[in-house]
């Protein structure tokens, strides 16, 4: 028997891990004044990142799905 893993109808995509990335910051959010941006543009749109989240500090979440790998993480 093979590892479900192996198979890919468990895999994620980008917009199931987005959901279910966006739904958590907003349950988890320390502050009412929560903001949530996704695709935003860094170093004159030369980069972006998928989710950025401002609470009381700012955290960025690159999404990486099962469909696609860390190797552009390297070009920077």
Request: charged share 30%; aromatic share 10%.
């Amino acid at each position: 028997m093979s590892h479900p893993y192996l198979n890919r109808k468990y895999w994620l995509n980008d917009a199931q891990i987005r959901k279910a990335l966006v739904g958590q910051l907003k349950k988890t959010a320390i502050s009412k004044k929560i903001r949530i941006f996704e695709e935003v543009g860094l170093f004159h749109g030369y980069s972006r990142i998928d989710v950025l989240k401002i609470d009381t500090k700012l955290h960025g979440f690159e999404i990486k799905s099962d469909n696609n790998s860390l190797r552009r993480l390297g070009e920077r």
